[in-house]
């Protein structure tokens, strides 16, 4: 089973293990990224059991929106009982690094206001250390510079991600080279530096479930 197959069929573990939570009230938090994208897909199926979503990302509301999916404003909605999302890196304790495709900040927003966080992924995705994946960080445009030099100073190796503005109209600084043990720390240390909208580290507040697509199945993890 390739990466793409494990994906999908990950993806439609997730909409099955959220199958029971919906109702005609329910509102779905969805993520971000080709992982997402499937679940999406597969959650099209299923649209008339629940109100509809509020997504992380203005890619993932387009599809939805395609699917015919309603897509809620945050602001407007009381609760959601489940955020499904992909992850770029998972360590054993569900803490994770996310932000790959650049939606970080409002991932992070989503996931804080909810009230389960499922992270679906291929097996490739789950690590004993966090750190291979490079952690994006996402900053105002004017404290590039100064940004970046605090973060050398923390052990990193920013890299602009050059030709790319997030949804919110900010850049985004790569951080290679670091092996992450305390991810809590981590975390606290970079979204105090000045400039700094968050960092896509999510040990504060990890994955509840990670859903893993191995090639014998989907294995499911609890934190």
Known sequence: MDQDALKQAVARAAADYIDPMLTTTTIVGVGTGSTADYFIDYLAEVKHKFDGAVSSSVASETRMRGHGIPVYDLNSVDEIPVYVDGVDES??????????????????????????????????????????????????????GAVARALVGLGGEPVWRDDFTTDNGNIILDVHGLSITDATGLEAAINNITGVVTCGLFAARPADVLLLGRPGGVDTLRA
């Open 91 to 144: 360590n054993h304790r569900l803490e994770l690094i996310k932000g790959g495709g650049g939606a970080l900040t409002r991932e992070k927003i989503v996931a804080s206001v909810s009230g389960e966080f499922v992270c679906i992924a291929d097996e490739s995705k789950l690590v004993d250390t966090l750190g291979t994946y490079p952690l994006p960080v996402e900053v105002i445009p004017m404290a590039r």
